[in-house]
C-alpha cells in the first residue's frame, strides 16, 4: 500500500512546527501504523535526513505511550484501541494521512509527535498521596516519634496539583515547621512508618518533602535576608 503522510515536525518545544510531506511506499497492509512510520523513518535514515521523533513502548495498548493524532483524532479512526494497534489496512491504498502530536497546553512538544505528559504522573501521585487517613500509626511507629510521612503525603497531594502550586513553598515550611513545634521527632529514615502504614504511602514522599522544605527555606532566608 502506499500513503502521503502529513507528519508535524517541530525540532524542539520552543521552535514553530509545520505539516511536512512524505511518501509512505510499498507498506504491507499487515503493518501496523507505528510500523508503518518505522518504515519511513527508515527511509529518512537512509537520505541522511532527521527521523520522525515519536513515544511508544510496549506496542501492545497498555503504556499509553503512542500518543498520536492521526486524521484529527487521538490514537485514529476506530474505537478502544491505542495507535500501536492501529492497522494500515484500515486505511485506503493511496490515502493521505494527517499525523501530529495529542494537543493540550499541559503536553508540551518534546520534538516532532513526542510531548510531555508527565503532569498525568503528578496527578496519579498526588491521588496516591491522598489516600493517607491520618491514623498517626507512622508516628506510633518511628522510633524519634516523627510525623513526616503523615506531612509528607499532605504536602505531597496538594503540591503535586496545579491548583495547590501557589501556596507549595509555603505549605511546606508552615507544616514542617508547625510539625516540629509541637514535639514531633525528626526522620531518621527508620522506614517504620511506611512498613505500618494501612495505606501504604511510600517513604519516597519524604524525599519530595524534603526536596520541597529544602528549597522553601533556601527562598524563604534569601527572601528575609
Ligand atoms: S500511617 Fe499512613 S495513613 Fe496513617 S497517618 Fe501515617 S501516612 Fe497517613
Ligand atoms: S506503545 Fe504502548 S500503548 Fe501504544
Not at 508535524?8 to 512546527?17: D, K, L, M, S
Not at 496516591?128 to 500509626?137: D, F, L, M
Not at 503535586?160 to 502550586?165: K, S, V
Request: proline share 5%.
Amino acid at each position: 500500500m502506499n500513503f502521503r503522510l502529513k507528519v508535524w515536525r517541530q525540532p524542539r518545544a520552543a521552535a514553530a512546527g509545520k505539516f511536512v510531506d512524505y511518501q509512505a511506499r510499498e507498506i504491507p497492509a499487515e503493518s501496523s501504523f507505528l510500523e508503518m512510520l518505522d518504515i519511513v523513518n527508515e527511509s529518512l535514515n537512509d537520505r541522511n535526513e532527521d527521523p520522525i521523533a515519536l513515544d511508544s513502548d510496549c506496542r501492545e495498548g497498555i503504556c499509553g505511550m503512542c500518543s498520536l493524532v492521526i486524521d484529527g483524532i487521538p490514537h485514529g479512526p476506530g474505537k478502544a484501541k491505542t495507535t500501536c494497534q492501529l492497522y494500515m489496512r484500515q486505511f485506503q491504498d493511496g490515502d493521505t494521512i494527517w499525523i501530529e502530536p495529542f494537543r493540550a497546553a499541559a503536553f508540551p512538544v518534546i520534538r516532532d509527535l513526542a510531548v510531555d505528559r508527565s503532569k498525568l504522573d503528578r496527578i496519579i501521585l498526588a491521588m496516591e498521596a491522598a489516600a493517607c487517613i491520618g491514623c498517626g500509626a507512622c508516628v506510633a511507629a518511628c522510633p524519634n516519634s516523627s510525623a513526616m510521612l503523615f506531612v509528607a503525603a499532605k504536602v505531597s497531594h496538594l503540591g503535586l496539583l496545579p491548583q495547590g502550586q501557589p501556596e507549595r513553598s509555603s505549605r511546606a515550611i508552615k507544616m514542617v515547621r508547625t510539625m516540629d513545634s509541637l514535639g514531633f521527632g525528626n526522620c531518621t529514615n527508620h522506614y517504620e512508618c511506611e512498613a505500618v502504614c494501612p495505606a501504604e504511602i511510600s517513604a519516597t514522599f519524604i524525599s519530595r518533602l524534603n526536596r520541597d522544605y529544602g528549597a522553601a527555606s533556601l527562598t524563604d532566608a534569601l527572601t528575609v535576608g
